[in-house]
């Protein structure tokens, strides 16, 4: 166990600095190849109706979402109807519902401070 211990840390240590040495490099290329996103000046305004834009972009797309959510729907009641369900779809939605599942209860407790009982202790 110590021996997996000791090569653990050679190995975080040898990331760490891979990553000083070479972190800055990539986040100026990253910056350079994505100039044309930048805004500049970065003043408080500029932030602030970038953000406005991207908040109503989003609501505006609403509609089309639901539309499509509902057409999928009826989609998958049709297979449902004709018995044209594959055991891999199933298991496919099975699995989607499970994460959906899951991610609901991480949220919960995540909100209630990553208590699992919801009390402080």
Not at 47 to 73: G, M, V
Not at 80 to 97: C, N, P, Q, S, Y
Request: with cysteine; proline share 2%; aromatic share 10%.
């Amino acid at each position: 166990m110590a021996s997996k211990l000791n090569t653990l840390r050679s190995k975080a240590a040898e990331v760490s600095k891979l990553l000083s040495d070479h972190g800055s490099t990539y986040y100026k290329q990253t910056l350079e190849k994505n100039k044309q996103y930048i805004q500049d000046p970065p003043t408080i305004e500029k932030c602030q109706e970038l953000s406005n834009q991207l908040l109503y972009t989003r609501l505006a797309s609403i509609p089309r979402r639901y539309d499509a959510f509902w057409k999928e729907l009826d989609h998958v009641k049709q297979l449902v109807k004709t018995r044209d369900l594959k055991r891999e779809d199933m298991g496919v939605a099975a699995l989607f519902g499970l994460e959906c599942f899951t991610w609901f209860c991480a949220g919960k407790i995540i909100g209630r401070g990553c208590t699992i009982t919801g009390y402080y202790v």
